[in-house]
């Protein structure tokens, strides 16, 4: 089979062939059709200190089960994270972490929406929003961003504004019915939001926390960073919560179930739909990750194996 890997920090990526891996007890092998790009992903590859295995979210057909699986069978379609070789013609993946792909979805709609959704999905519930308020999600483009902006709004948000470094993906933002689409660089957001779901940090988060109105909540998911001054925090009563999927995940399993299945519910409904920037064949995947390193996506990018 054919897999994506890289041999030193920063790359390059390059396809090689390599045997087709065996499940292991508990595990799933799926033969996959879809694989997504993410940002940690990329952020890996170009700035971590030795290289890794890429995995992350695909979408697929089971070909072989390990002992003790029981939730899936031989010709099931799934989608689930890889936490080893995911840009592969084949791919384990761990029972846990699969779900059912159901009929009316792609193998593209499932790696689209799953995964980059449910982290959305998880980011918005943090910020316990009240009906009619208002949200600001930045990196509004992005495979995530996309789906929070429509997420507020499918979830009863009175305002949503997409925040982007580039004014050309305006029109893209408001298209996903966002109130308001403004860029970093303003000088400032508009009105104050009551909630801002962040997936930059780093300098972004000043303006982000200053764009909150009095008692606002700031909910950070990404991994870019950053400090909060205490004292901005203190003078508006805001507060600043951070979100990671895996302890959800990992930790309350019924959870993530639930969101997983409203987030296919919105999806049938045609209230969340997700939106995939470019397919790439395997042999493309330095393409793909360029797209994401230069910020250039509106919406997924993916690789059809």
Request: glycine share 12%.
């Amino acid at each position: 089979m054919r897999r994506v890997r890289y041999d030193r920090p920063g790359g390059p990526l390059f396809t090689e062939e390599a045997a087709v891996p065996e499940p292991g007890p508990g595990q799933l092998l799926v033969r996959c059709t879809a694989v997504g790009v993410t940002l940690p992903v990329v952020r890996k590859v170009s700035e971590g200190a030795a290289p890794i295995p890429l995995g992350g979210e695909l979408a697929g057909e089971v070909v072989a089960v390990g002992v003790g699986t029981t939730r899936f069978r031989t010709g099931d379609r799934v989608t689930g994270l890889c936490f080893g070789h995911g840009y592969a013609d084949y791919a384990v993946l761990e029972e846990a972490m699969v779900s059912p792909v159901p009929e009316g979805a792609t193998d593209v709609d499932a790696v689209a929406l799953v995964r980059s959704g449910l982290v959305a999905f998880g980011a918005l519930c943090a910020a316990r929003p009240e009906p009619g308020e208002s949200v600001l999600v930045t990196a509004a483009a992005s495979g995530v961003g996309h789906l929070a902006v429509q997420l507020a709004r499918a979830r009863g948000a009175g305002r949503v504004v997409g925040a982007v470094s580039d004014p050309a993906k305006a029109g893209f933002i408001r298209s996903l019915d966002a109130d308001d689409c403004v860029r970093y660089a303003d000088d400032n957001w508009g009105d104050p939001v009551d909630c801002v779901l962040d997936a930059v940090g780093g300098d972004l988060l000043t303006p982000a926390v200053a764009a909150l109105a009095p008692h606002g909540r700031l909910v950070a998911y990404s991994s870019g960073g950053g400090t909060v001054r205490a004292y901005d925090l203190l003078v508006g009563a805001k507060s600043v919560i951070g979100f990671q999927m895996a302890l959800i995940a990992r930790g309350r399993p019924e959870l993530y179930e639930r969101w997983r299945l409203e987030l296919w519910r919105l999806f049938a409904e045609g209230a969340v739909q997700p939106v995939v920037h470019a397919e790439f064949a395997l042999e493309e995947a330095a393409q793909a990750h360029a797209v994401i390193e230069t910020r250039s996506n509106l919406g997924k990018v993916v690789l059809r194996p």
